[in-house]
């Protein structure tokens, strides 16, 4: 009959087609099994933030939310209102067709949507250490619950084992009783 393999025979396996040496491979197990392996991302990526990538994140929390969006409109129709019709043409900053407008917010847009994508591609790292985590989770937990399982397995085989003889010796008690 062809032996069942355990979670820690496959682990076994995808390890040797990774060429680890076998003093790493137990080393990993060992890792998997006994040790806790949870990580805190946030903690992890926070300790090593620079001020840059604070920055990065202040400006995409801000420059993402309702309320930037909100007052940025306000800001644009204030300034159509007032270079249109508070100002005559004379006195006017930038006339219509508001190119100093067009130029300011290029240039926020240029600088803003870098900044952006900086944070994101670290929520993105982080999102990707958390999988990892995960995944490493999971699988200690399959570990654990095989083992467990076949723990429990060889526990009721005993019981049975023991139930077993119990019966037998009751069976001869009773069969020596029936002699006398």
Request: net charge negative; proline share 2%; hydrophobic share 40%.
């Amino acid at each position: 009959m062809e032996r069942r393999r355990t979670k820690k025979d496959i682990v076994k396996m995808l390890l040797r087609n990774n060429e680890l040496e076998e003093q790493d491979e137990e080393e990993l197990l060992n890792l998997l099994i006994d040790q806790p392996i949870a990580i805190d991302v946030d903690k992890q990526e926070e300790a090593k933030m620079t001020r840059g990538d604070h920055f990065a994140d202040k400006l995409s929390e801000v420059a993402g939310s309702w309320t930037f969006i909100l007052i940025f409109v306000l800001f644009l129709l204030a300034w159509i209102v007032f270079n249109t019709i508070l100002l005559t043409s004379e006195q006017a900053i930038d006339p219509y067709p508001f190119i100093l407008l067009n130029l300011v917010l290029s240039c926020i847009s240029a600088l803003q949507a870098p900044i952006i994508m900086m944070s994101q591609n670290r929520q993105a790292e982080k999102d990707s250490l958390r999988n990892q985590n995960d995944y490493r989770t999971d699988l200690k937990s399959e570990l654990i619950l095989e083992s467990l399982h076949d723990q429990m397995n060889s526990i009721l085989k005993n019981q049975r084992q023991i139930l077993k003889y119990i019966k037998e010796e009751e069976e001869k008690k009773n069969e020596s009783k029936k002699d006398n």
